[in-house]
């Protein structure tokens, strides 16, 4: 089954303790990325990856960080959470950034830090 | 600044009740509009992709359409089963990032 995967699905943690949480697809796309969901602010981008080990900067990107070292892989760093970190956040893939095609996104990892 | 812009925030429909959701943006240029539809606790789903003026695409009761300034999502003869939040979003041209608006969420009473 074609699929986008996120782990953990929630995550309780304290501010300052470095954290990852992992994505993966199994479709061999070439483009992934990472959103976060607040109330009344909708889905912003974090960091968006075009294919193994070339990334860029969405529009929130402050206190994250991402690495794309396999095609399939697409982990979000947070290396001293803080408070306002805490959301809802969403991987997705897309078969490539040269073509508009349709993202599939995870579940979702719901992350609080207090 | 590239916008997106969704409205109403709510909508309520009785079952049968047809209506519009509009998505208007602000980019210098557009590579692409996309629709998706949100159920509670899921990631978006993908409905439409849009790429120029005057395109539309039809899937069951939803209709896409799309303009040089706003899009708009169709419902024709909805269903409780259609209530969800659609989520409208735009690629500027020159860039490989995704904007999105905040989302309508639509409730459809049987």
Same mark, same amino acid.
């Given at each position: 089954e074609a699929q986008v995967t996120q782990n953990p699905r929630y995550l309780i943690t304290v501010t300052g303790k470095k954290l990852t949480v992992t994505c993966s697809q199994n479709m061999n796309h070439e483009y992934?990325?990472?959103? +976060?969901?607040?109330? =009344?602010?909708?889905? +912003?981008?974090?960091?968006y990856s075009m294919n193994v080990e070339v990334t860029d900067k969405g529009d929130v990107p402050e206190g994250y960080k991402v690495s794309r070292k396999e095609? +399939? $892989?697409f982990p979000l760093i947070l290396e001293s959470p803080s408070p306002n970190q805490t959301s809802l956040?969403?991987?997705?893939?897309?078969?490539?950034?040269?073509? $508009? @095609?349709?993202?599939?996104? =995870?579940? =979702?990892? +719901?992350? @609080?830090?207090? | 600044e590239d916008q997106v812009t969704q409205s109403p925030e709510a909508l309520r429909l009785q079952e049968g009740e047809s209506s519009s959701l509009n998505c208007s943006y602000t980019v210098s240029g557009l590579r692409g509009l996309f629709w998706y539809r949100q159920d509670p606790g899921k990631g978006p789903e993908f409905l439409f992709t849009l790429?120029?003026?005057?395109?539309e695409k039809e899937k069951e009761r939803l209709k896409a359409t799309l303009t040089k300034k706003e899009s708009f999502l169709h419902i024709t003869a909805p269903k409780p089963e259609d209530s969800a939040t659609y989520l409208c979003a735009v690629q500027p041209s020159g860039t490989y990032k995704y904007i999105f608006g905040t989302g309508t969420r639509l409730k459809v009473l049987a």
């Open positions: 992934m990325s990472w959103y +976060r969901q607040d109330p =009344g602010l909708g889905l +912003r981008q974090i960091y095609k +399939r $892989n956040y969403f991987c997705a893939s897309s078969l490539s950034y040269r073509a $508009n @095609t349709e993202a599939f996104f =995870g579940q =979702g990892t +719901r992350l @609080t830090v207090v | 790429y120029s003026a005057g395109e």
